[in-house]
């Protein structure tokens, strides 16, 4: 395997392990979060067990699209057909009845069946749906800089068009790319590629970014840094919130898959989102040789699967390498939407649960 095959699994990998890791605490404050979960170092979602979200599953449906295009996008450079692609498998992805989608996202896909254009189906929005989706992009074209943004802007703007939410989703991919090439990123050297390569009206983003690396230096907790813009109560879904504390859990943690993910998780609000974007970030620089073993033992699900998700990394890191088109990695539709009336089951009875004692 090559390096790039490697990052390629590790984020994906990275992503689904984030994602379900991070489940369970959906919402939660930190008060509440400890007062039901004495151990948050293992899965909690059913049984021990864990299962992905939609933060995994549009990482799985770029993976695909990114298959099918990957001749177009060697050849020409031109995105059209990844555009194209993506934008059915979320209109068919909305048919499967998923839980817990933004509601950006709901309503950029109905757009996108009513027959907008995926350039113009998107709502004004800097909800994190784009930023979850976006570090697959920069493993497997962050050397193509042109691309990659072409890449992240036809991504984005299917279902969000403010352009917080395409800078978010940038400097996520970027992290990304950074963190498959280089065992250890410092966060300046992070700082400087982001400055250099964002537009002058993200300055708000990079005086975040500022932020980050001020108090990864310091070695302040993801925790406290959270703390530190306004986020009490747990990280939101607005990008700016939820980038800066996943870069900021990826700089302090480096290669330290668990610790990471643990440091997000300890923030409360948004963990699974979080715990994705981070996921997929650190992932691509460990691969899933530096994933926790017994973590991935414990994702049970279906039909996007572990063994499912690795077969898609290969097809893809193929796809990559040959430069050519390869058939996307057959799916077994007609069981998602069972697949998802359960997850949506269970859901319902986590949120009971925190109705209940311990206060």
């Known amino acids: 395997m090559t390096d790039k095959h490697q990052a390629i699994a590790g984020c994906m990998l990275g992503t689904a392990l984030g994602d379900s890791i991070g489940l369970p605490y959906e919402k939660l404050s930190k008060r509440r979060q400890s007062k039901l979960f004495a ?34 996008i060697a050849s020409t450079g031109r995105t059209d057909r990844f555009q194209t692609a993506l934008a059915w498998r979320l209109r068919w992805w909305l048919l499967t009845l998923p839980a817990g989608i933004g509601m950006a996202t709901i309503k950029g896909t109905v757009r996108l069946w009513l027959g907008f254009h995926p350039e113009r189906a998107g709502v004004f929005s800097a909800g994190n749906g784009p930023a979850m989706r976006s570090a697959l992009l ?72 500022e932020q980050v690396c001020r108090s990864v230096e310091a070695q302040q907790t993801t925790e406290a840094f959270a703390e530190s813009l306004g986020l009490e109560r747990g990280v939101s879904g607005y ?75 290969r097809r ?14 057959p799916l077994a539709w007609p069981l998602l939407p069972l697949r998802n009336v359960a997850f949506a089951a269970i859901v319902i009875a986590h949120g009971f649960r925190r109705l209940l004692p311990p206060y």
Request: aromatic residues 6%.
């Open 138 to 209: 920069g493993v497997c074209y962050g050397d193509d800089g042109l691309t990659l943004r072409r890449l992240v802007r036809a991504s984005t703007r299917m279902t969000h068009t403010d352009p917080k939410a395409e800078y978010g989703a940038w400097v996520v991919a970027i992290a990304a790319y950074l963190a498959s090439q280089e065992t250890v990123v410092s966060p300046r050297h992070f700082l400087q590629v982001c400055n250099a390569s964002l537009e002058p009206d993200a300055m708000e983003l990079i005086q975040l970014l």
């Open 316 to 329: 893809l890191g193929e796809a990559l390498a040959a430069e050519q088109a390869r058939k996307p990695l």
């Open 39 to 72: 151990d948050i170092d293992r899965h909690h979602f059913l049984f021990n067990k864990g299962m992905i979200s939609d933060d995994t599953e549009h990482t799985c449906m770029v993976a695909q699209s990114l298959i099918v295009s990957a001749g177009e």
């Open 239 to 313: 990008v700016y919130h939820t980038v800066p504390v996943a870069i900021h859990a990826w700089l302090s943690h480096g290669s330290d898959f668990r610790a990471a993910i643990l440091a997000v998780i300890r923030c409360g609000g948004d963990t699974d989102t979080v715990g994705a974007i981070a996921g997929g970030i650190i992932g691509a620089g460990v691969g899933e040789a530096g994933l926790p073993a017994d973590w991935l033992a414990g994702v049970w699900d279906g039909p996007r699967s572990v063994a499912w998700m690795k077969r898609l990394g």
